[in-house]
């Protein structure tokens, strides 16, 4: 069955970085948009940076462009979300979420079928 395994979080300075790691398994990552989103307190679940199935495109929300890379590795089954320049407002909890046959590069949240648990990261000095 499809599975999703977020880590990497922790808590980090304002200007610092991290990684975080999306373990997938049952499904072949290629034929699977995967997105990274997060929700903060208080806030709706949001997209943060999403690549497409097929040729992986990607797209990113607009806070973060520039700071967040994604980047999937198709023979290790993993996605990445390398964050740097870390804002308090990047405070959140990520998740790893899947969508098959999903070829566009758009965060849409509905699309989305599989979620892995979440990670938190939290930005304060």
């Known amino acids: 069955q499809v599975q999703l395994v977020e880590s990497g979080g922790g808590l980090v300075q304002p200007g610092g970085s991290l990684r975080l790691s999306c373990a997938a398994s049952g499904f072949a990552l290629e034929d699977y948009a995967i997105g990274w989103f997060r929700q903060a307190p208080g806030k709706a679940r949001e997209g943060v940076s999403c690549v497409s199935s097929g040729d992986g495109s990607t797209g990113y929300e607009d806070s973060v462009k520039g700071r967040f890379t994604i980047s999937r590795d198709k023979t290790k089954k993993m996605v990445y979300l390398q964050m740097d320049s870390l804002k308090p407002e990047d405070t959140a909890v990520y998740y790893c979420?899947?969508?098959?046959?999903?070829?566009?590069?758009?965060?849409?949240?509905?699309?989305?079928?599989?979620w892995g648990q979440g990670i938190q990261v939290t930005v304060s000095s």
């Open positions: 979420a899947a969508a098959s046959g999903y070829a566009s590069s758009r965060c849409l949240l509905s699309t989305y079928e599989y």
